[in-house]
C-alpha cells in the first residue's frame, strides 16, 4: 500500500476515492524516562528517550491508518496529515493522529 502526503501520485490514477481514513496513538510517559529526559534537557542535548516514543507513536498511527484503508479496500492513502499533541496534567501524554484520503489507484 502506499502511503503519501501529497495529494496525488505519480504516475497513477486515482480511480475511486474510499474516503477518510484515521489512526491513532497516545502512550504514556514512564516516571523514570520523564525524570532522564529532564535531565538530559537541562544540560542540553536531545531527549532520546521522547524521540523514540514519537516514533513508535507515528508508526502505530499509521499501521492503524494503514489497516483502516485496506478494511475500506483502498489500495493507497493520499494527503496524510500527522498531528503531534501532549495531553493529561503535565503532559504526561503523547497522542499522534494520522489521517488521510483512501482511495484505489492503479
Given at each position: 500500500m502506499i502511503l503519501t502526503t501529497t495529494h496525488t501520485i505519480e504516475g497513477k490514477t486515482i480511480r475511486t476515492y474510499k474516503g477518510i481514513v484515521t489512526g491513532e496513538a497516545i502512550m504514556g510517559a514512564n516516571v523514570f524516562k520523564d525524570l532522564f529526559a529532564g535531565i538530559r534537557d537541562i544540560v542540553g542535548g536531545r531527549s532520546a528517550t521522547y524521540e523514540n516514543e514519537l516514533r513508535r507513536a507515528k508508526d502505530i498511527a499509521l499501521e492503524?491508518?494503514?489497516?483502516?484503508?485496506?478494511?475500506?479496500?483502498?489500495?493507497?492513502?493520499?494527503?496524510?496529515d500527522l498531528d503531534y499533541e501532549t495531553i493529561g496534567q503535565g503532559a504526561s501524554m503523547l497522542m499522534v493522529t494520522a489521517s488521510g484520503t483512501a482511495v484505489i489507484i492503479d
Amino acid at each position: 500500500m502506499i502511503l503519501t502526503t501529497t495529494h496525488t501520485i505519480e504516475g497513477k490514477t486515482i480511480r475511486t476515492y474510499k474516503g477518510i481514513v484515521t489512526g491513532e496513538a497516545i502512550m504514556g510517559a514512564n516516571v523514570f524516562k520523564d525524570l532522564f529526559a529532564g535531565i538530559r534537557d537541562i544540560v542540553g542535548g536531545r531527549s532520546a528517550t521522547y524521540e523514540n516514543e514519537l516514533r513508535r507513536a507515528k508508526d502505530i498511527a499509521l499501521e492503524e491508518l494503514q489497516e483502516r484503508a485496506q478494511a475500506a479496500g483502498a489500495n493507497a492513502v493520499i494527503g496524510i496529515d500527522l498531528d503531534y499533541e501532549t495531553i493529561g496534567q503535565g503532559a504526561s501524554m503523547l497522542m499522534v493522529t494520522a489521517s488521510g484520503t483512501a482511495v484505489i489507484i492503479d
